[in-house]
Structure formats: structure tokens, C-alpha cells
């Protein structure tokens, strides 16, 4: 009787010191968030005296070290505007604790400006690049159906279609569309501009619609039914047709992705702290020994 009640004590005080560590741990978590919250509400105001508590003296970025990478330059930074933060949000946060440590994890929306230009400034810059290939895409299928209508109209000469007139208009209509397209851009490597692709667009509808007048036409030559050529041709404006749709509906995604972007940048991200003497200071974005 005496050693099951021996037994049962000790499972009581096992139990209580587990209960006691795990509430311990849950409010170091708690304790983290409300700091990493504090840090973010620090930063958007520009208050650097609460800045220089949470920091540690030995604080160190790994990465963005373009930006700054120990405690005195990221205060500095603050304190004279280079970093201007007009909101920053934390979402998903998650703490993993190691003894005295812990890494904290989310994803971080910061807008504002450094040294003032947007932060996402170069996010910005990829975006406006995707716009351009996109477009490049759309041009260089317009490009290959122009290019397909020559052989088309050797192929229908050659099985005896007589029709000068569509043959006429659609080869001004393959001119215009070429000369459009062929326009050089404002800039030098640059995109063109929306009056440009508005003239590709116009003569890319003019030219459109003289091929669908032409192959309307010719369907009724029974003998171009016959002719493996013109067929293979008629596939291929077809397919390459298909394929410029989606070019189109690429590009216009592409727009609409780079229309909606502002000077906010979003990113997932690392916090590593330190708890030394009872208190929490971060630490930088990495473990120690990782940091060059």
C-alpha cells in the first residue's frame, strides 16, 4: 500500500511539473508574439527608444544585409527616415522555443519606403518585365500567323482560286499588322507603349477578319478539299490561333497582377530571440553559428 502510494505521488509531482512547463512555455509564447507585434508597432511609428530595448546588443541580419545588418545601423536607419514604414502586418505566426530560444516564423506586409523608393520596388520592376514577355508572346504568334498567309495564298493560287479581291485584303491587312507590330518602342529594350499596342490590336482585328473572309471563301473550292497543303496551313492557323488566345489571356493576367501592386511588399520570415536575464531581445534572422 505504502509503494502504490509512493507510486501515485510521484506520478502527482511528475504531472505537475509537466502542467508547470508547458504553461511556462505557453506564456514565453505568448510573451514572443505580443513583443514581435511591439517590434512591428515600433517600427511604424519610428520610435526608437522601445527599438533599442527589443534589440540585442549582439543583433545581426544575415539577409536584406543591403538594408543594414547590426543593431546601431538598423536604429540609424529608423531614426533618419531611411526606413519608413507606413503599416506592418504579422499574420501566422508561430513560435518553436529551445531553451533560452526561440524562432519565431509568419509572414510579414510591411508598405512605406526605403530611402524613398517603394519596397517593392523591385517586385514592382519583375512585374512591369513579366508584362513586357508576355506581350512579346502575343506578338510573336501574330507574327507567326502573318507569316503563315503567303504560303496559303501560293497553296489556293495553285489549286486555281481566283479571288483577287479577298486576296488584296487580306494582304493589306497582313501589312498593316506587320508594320504595327514591327514599330519600334519608346524605349530602347523597353515595352511599347498602350497607343502602339492599341495599333497592333486594330490592325490585328482588320487583318483577322480578311483571313476568316478568305478561308470562309475558300471552303467552297472543292478542290482546295483536295490539297494537303492548304489543309496543313489551315491547321496551323488554327493551332497557332489557339495558341495566341492564351498568349492573350497570359498577358492580360499579367497586367492585371502588375495594376494591383503597390508599394507593399509580402514575405515570409525567420525571427530568431534570445532570453537573457528573464527578457526577451531579438536576435537577428538566424541561429548564431549560422551567421557569417
Avoid at 514565453?28 to 508597432?41: F, H, S, T, V, W
Avoid at 510573336?140 to 501560293?154: G, H, I, N, Q
Avoid at 489556293?156 to 493589306?172: Q, R, S
Avoid at 495594376?259 to 531579438?282: C, M, Y
Amino acid at each position: 500500500m505504502k509503494r502504490l502510494l509512493t507510486i501515485f505521488a510521484l506520478a502527482v509531482a511528475t504531472s505537475c511539473v509537466a502542467f508547470g512547463q508547458t504553461d511556462s512555455k505557453k506564456q514565453d509564447e505568448r510573451q514572443l508574439i505580443k513583443l514581435g507585434r511591439e517590434l512591428a508597432n515600433t517600427l511604424t511609428r519610428g520610435d526608437v527608444t522601445p527599438l533599442r530595448k527589443i534589440i540585442a546588443a549582439d543583433f545581426k541580419l544575415a539577409s536584406n544585409s543591403d538594408l543594414c545588418r547590426t543593431k546601431a545601423q538598423c536604429v540609424a536607419a529608423i531614426e533618419s527616415g531611411e526606413w519608413f514604414f507606413e503599416s506592418i502586418t504579422l499574420d501566422d505566426l508561430q513560435v518553436e522555443l529551445h531553451d533560452n530560444m526561440a524562432a519565431m516564423t509568419g509572414r510579414w506586409t510591411a508598405k512605406g519606403k526605403h530611402n524613398g523608393i517603394d519596397l517593392d520596388k523591385n517586385r514592382r520592376e519583375h512585374k512591369a518585365e513579366q508584362v513586357k514577355e508576355k506581350w512579346l508572346d502575343v506578338e510573336k504568334l501574330l507574327r507567326r500567323r502573318a507569316d503563315l498567309v503567303p504560303e496559303l495564298y501560293e497553296a489556293a493560287k495553285a489549286a486555281g482560286v481566283v479571288e483577287n479581291e479577298i486576296f488584296g485584303a487580306l494582304a493589306i491587312g497582313r501589312s498593316h499588322l506587320l508594320n504595327a507590330i514591327f514599330a519600334v518602342p519608346p524605349i530602347v529594350d523597353g515595352d511599347k507603349s498602350a497607343g502602339q499596342k492599341q495599333a497592333i490590336d486594330e490592325a490585328d482585328k482588320e487583318f483577322a477578319t480578311a483571313l476568316k473572309r478568305f478561308l470562309t471563301v475558300a471552303d467552297s473550292y472543292s478542290q482546295l478539299l483536295l490539297s494537303k497543303d492548304f489543309q496543313r496551313l489551315e491547321d496551323e492557323i488554327a493551332g497557332t490561333e489557339n495558341r495566341l488566345a492564351v498568349a492573350r489571356g497570359d498577358y492580360d493576367e499579367a497586367v492585371k497582377d502588375y495594376n494591383v501592386s503597390d508599394n507593399t511588399l509580402s514575405e515570409p520570415f525567420t525571427a530568431v530571440w534570445i532570453k537573457r536575464s528573464g527578457r526577451w531581445q531579438i536576435l537577428g534572422d538566424q541561429p548564431p553559428s549560422l551567421i557569417p
